[in-house]
């Protein structure tokens, strides 16, 4: 996809965007506000930029007089970038364009990176863990009528070197007979490595013919609210299909504790475990097809998940882990056959479940650390998973310390007074005009707005805090000349729009306790960085990688989460987003032994940190309660830009 | 009970009796002949024998005149020892009382001898396969919330040196968190030990508090016909409760071969497979109630069966079994959740099946190999399992030989005009007046004849050769002067009880077509041996020990036996029956590892032959088609005996 270039005129921002990119969102990258409350539906029609050179399609409107229209004008949220560009914003007002440039920050999001099957072999981590061998046998005569599952072990043996296998009852046994003698004793014997060298491989198939270009596993995310699964070439390390859905057991509570609570009741877990399976069995059937693999051709699935619903998945009662001292069952598990635990698959396919650390720190940042290589690395990362609860891990190939914390549901959109999960009419991007306290609102799917997700809390009160709009508690100014700071039932809010602009027929508004809820999420896990640290020694100032896991980190803008002080100030480019580090780690899992043997040890490292227990915790929580923080000194870029904005100020008051 | 001696006048034959045995049967032990067709039922009336000394009970008839009571006269069948006895039996020929003497010999049944617990211990063979350890845990606090299978492994690790553990999904970490908790903290866990040094314990069960005094394994022995099992108590190796049924598959045929056509149909594989299951739970069922013991505390079951009941039990297709080049699917069978098998035992029960050889040497000949320990002795030793398939072992703890051969049914009274299996009615036991040509029959359960079983065939077969009623070809003397050998249907043939004599309402005889039947079966196993010797380079005379296993071996006449040139001839003394050497091989292996680490390298050193395909077999079987064989200086005894008896016909003519 080709590259333009956009500068935007009077403040000679430039940025480079993909063909097609609509020229508001550009705006919204490059970090400059363009007035838009309609969430680019084209309804508001306040947009208005003028295309000064180059092409662009579409952004006329009935909102636009045919004069404008002549005169270049296009509405930024409907016009789409087609060559290089250069566009000039309306600019009424009379701000000097050096101070407008300095409070907006171009919006930075984290580059992905994740461990791949090359990396992998460069780096000598590759042990395959399932290899498939292609047998001649002789036909038996009266002289030689050895056993059939002997003749095909004694060839393995003298023609693969093959030695001390565990011979599986169902998937080689029962199979054999018919098996050898459907292509003239022509077979293909599937072997499971052992993950230690004093293991013993498994013979777990036995298929007619030569099918050894044919070998897939499958890895699986089992997420309390997303259930996540990829079908794996093993040959190549390609994704062959991929399919998300929403795990079964939402209607059943839609955290962890809730799943527990249910679970607790008569035949709760039993229903828990068979509606994952249900979801389990959906997403298997949807990649498997997908895929066109044949079931026969499928070793493994490798499953991780948090505590909770490794323990529903597994049918473990989850029941102590949600009371103090919060003890799992177990945080290692057998392989199971995928069959016995309820799976729509072969035999003789395995499953296997990522291990834990503890009741709150899961298989899903287990295999998150495993497939993001931290484990591997010198350097001191910070590897943070966040969602309702948020999981921190940090450390180097020397040592990992890792805690969870409850973030509460802000960053997902949840418990705002117009919160939502970031789904179509959710404002995910905001900026605000600093003369007329107009907002210019992005939305998911470019349509009117209908609420407040995640990414765009983070995004308003960042940006609402630099601009002084809100102090460092969270609270507006109370005597700025904009009705769209009000009070409702006593509450302070700002209006982000108007009734008639929105699609749920009332103002969609940003209140002083959604702020406050913010600061709490944030306070959680930036204490319990803090805490992790203070408990090993070591500052903030020391973490040189943060790795952002979970759907949370493909959005937030990074520059913002340090404003608001969730994320510790460092060079955007030294944070990583890997998406989904359950998934990742699944699919790392399954490509190599080496993880899976390695992830044993990693997680006997992985010192676990209740954070309840820690002393340091909740002064290091009080601290945190602050945009950025108490200790203003932890940010010094922000600092420096706003000791810049007040001397400005100052200077326009003058 | 005690003893009574018995002396049998005129011919001052002396036997030892326990207290209660009926005359009758204590003169066919001492191979002293009185007349009685009515098998012990007290209707013929003819087993009038006279009490010279001691004390009788019962035997006085209406067939007995007052007159004949006074002096003493009673009827054999009826009358019970409860003293020492001087009895006379009335004779009624003038034959030489030393000749007669010559002609009976005195009945010979194998002891009976098995490994036991003690023997194991005190030869070093005992290796505890499962181990129970109680364990006092700390409760959990927030410093120390160690996962809970994490808390017991390393209490198991720190006070019992316990490594490496393989711990089982459904039946400890499902169970684990309540287990843990309902005794406090107490918990003792079951350990299942690796049959290899390399292998891994597996923590298979945990039980709440202190149950190490119960530990229980199951041993079953699955027939074509029958199905036993048994209770074992781990600590003592006492059998606690033991039952056997009708294999349920008898129904789809009597042998293995119709079992198996039968599994070749559409649905027939599952069927049997069903089946036997049903039969196996029953007996589980039955033995588990009789013990009273606890399903949690059972651990293992060890099952031994020929391949074709083995494969059908693991629902492995058999098919290959009966076709020529007579390949099983495998020997080896891995160890099975016996859940999985359909065993309605708990989920942490492992099922245990006996390796087997071939087709048709199977689980259950080793298992015999194993619990008899020929393959620990220095004796050449000939192991045979007789049944309507006599598998034979020849070897000793340096190699084994061995071949299974197709008996058919005649030593289960098969196949014969009057064949019957040994149920009541059958006649069992047999002699002859050497003069009048009158039987004295002894039937099982002592009720009127219904037909004749395999042991009463072999005894009758062996006494009419030896008093030269038949020859060797077994054919019957065409010019004696009695009414009982006649012809019917052209086939000649000896009427062993009158019509109104037996339960039958018909004449019970014996044919010369049965007689020949026998004359196969017994040269079908004889000639194995032979042939098996002969491949090895030995010769019949260099086996030092007989093990006879198998219903069969338990009432067979040894001496009637050697006579008829079933087995070689040795002395009595040096042959020894195991009973069902099946179930005594499961046993064993539920009490040590030692056999079930052994039994793999055993099965490796049994040499299997298919005799169809051994060149010297047919010359072997043709030569053994003669009573005692076609060489009677293998039978040197018999030889000197039988020319006893013409010397002596001879001087009676004179």
């Known amino acids: 996809m080709p590259d333009h270039k956009i500068v935007f005129l009077p403040h000679e921002t430039e940025i480079a965007v993909p063909d097609g990119e609509t020229i508001i969102h550009a705006a919204m990258e490059a970090g400059v ?53 250069i566009i000039r914003i309306p600019v009424e007002s009379a701000m000097d364009a050096s101070a407008l440039r300095r409070q907006m920050t171009p919006r930075k999001t ?3 990176r994740e461990m791949n099957f090359d990396e992998l072999k460069e780096k000598g981590l590759f042990v ?9 046998l002789p036909e038996p005569t009266l002289q030689d009528n050895l056993p059939d599952i002997t003749r095909m072990i004694s060839y393995l043996k003298a023609q693969h070197d093959e030695h001390r296998l565990d011979v599986a009852l169902s998937s080689v046994i029962r199979k054999i007979p018919d098996v050898i003698r459907e ?58 299909a991929e399919y998300g859905d929403f795990n079964g057991q939402i209607s059943y509570g839609e955290d962890v504790i809730s799943r527990i609570v249910y679970a607790e009741k008569p035949g709760g877990l039993q229903r828990l475990h068979e509606v994952v399976m249900g979801t389990i069995n959906n997403v298997l059937d949807k990649i498997i097809k997908k895929s066109g693999i044949d079931h026969e051709d499928l ?73 993001s290589g931290i484990y591997l690395t010198e350097k001191l990362t910070l590897y943070l998973d966040v ?34 999960r970031a789904e179509k009419g959710a404002i995910e991007d905001f900026s605000i005009d600093p003369l007329t306290y107009e907002p210019m609102l992005i939305t998911i799917g470019n349509v009117r707005p209908k609420g407040i997700c995640g990414s765009g809390l983070i995004s308003m009160v960042a940006t609402l805090f630099e601009m002084g709009i809100i102090d460092n508690l969270g609270k507006f100014s109370r005597d700025l000349d904009t009705e769209r700071i009000r009070q409702a039932d006593g509450i302070y809010e700002y209006v982000l729009a108007w009734k008639d ?42 973490i040189e990688h943060i790795i952002l896991a979970g759907g949370f980190g493909s959005y937030v803008d990074l520059e913002k989460a340090m404003v608001i002080g969730l994320l510790p100030e460092m060079d955007p480019d030294k944070v990583t987003f890997i998406g989904n580090g359950s998934l990742m780690g699944a699919r790392m899992s399954s490509l190599t032994n080496r993880i899976r043997k390695d992830v044993v040890e990693v997680t006997k490292k992985m010192t676990n940190f209740e954070l309840s227990d820690t002393a340091s915790y909740m002064d290091n929580y009080i601290a945190a309660l602050f945009l950025p923080h108490t200790d203003i000194n932890q940010f010094p870029k922000l600092k420096a830009r706003l000791e810049a904005r007040m001397k400005n100020k100052k200077m326009n008051r003058i």
């Open 299 to 371: 070793s493994t699935i490798t499953l991780a998940g948090n505590t909770t619903m490794t323990q529903l998945m597994l049918k473990i009662n989850p029941r102590f882990i949600r009371r103090s001292p919060y003890v799992p069952a177990a945080t290692l598990y057998p392989p199971t056959r995928a069959k016995d635990l309820g799976m729509a698959v072969g035999d003789h396919v395995s499953a296997l479940v990522y291990p834990a650390v503890s009741s709150y720190v899961g298989g899903d940042i287990v295999a998150g650390v495993m497939g």
């Open 183 to 240: 292509k003239d004793f022509e077979v293909t014997a599937t072997l499971v490595r052992p993950v230690r060298d004093v293991g013993k491989t498994r013979l777990i198939n036995v298929q007619p013919g030569d099918t050894t270009s044919r070998s897939y596993a499958i890895a699986m995310d089992i997420g309390t609210t997303t259930i996540y699964g990829q079908v794996i070439e093993l040959i190549s390390g390609d994704v062959l």
């Open 110 to 112: 984290s580059h992905i």
């Open 33 to 85: 506000h363009v007035s838009a409350s309609c969430g680019g539906e084209g309804v508001c029609g306040k947009c208005r930029v003028r295309v000064e050179e180059g092409t662009v399609e579409g952004g006329i409107t009935e909102k636009l007089s045919q004069e404008d229209q002549d005169k270049g004008f296009r509405l930024a949220c409907q016009a789409h970038a087609k060559s290089d560009l």
């Open 387 to 420: 969602g309702t609860n948020a999981e921190i891990v940090i450390g180097n190939q020397d040592w990992l310390a890792c805690a969870a914390c409850s973030a509460g549901p802000a960053f997902e959109g949840g418990g705002l007074k117009y919160g939502m």
């Open 128 to 136: 395959p863990p399932v290899e498939k061998k292609f047998l001649q």
């Open 501 to 542: 602009e929105t699609q749920i027929d009332r103002d969609v508004t940003l209140t002083e306790i959604d702020i406050e809820n913010l600061i709490r999420a944030k306070g959680a896990i930036y204490s319990g960085c803090m805490t992790l640290l203070t408990e090993v020694g070591m500052s903030i100032q020391d």
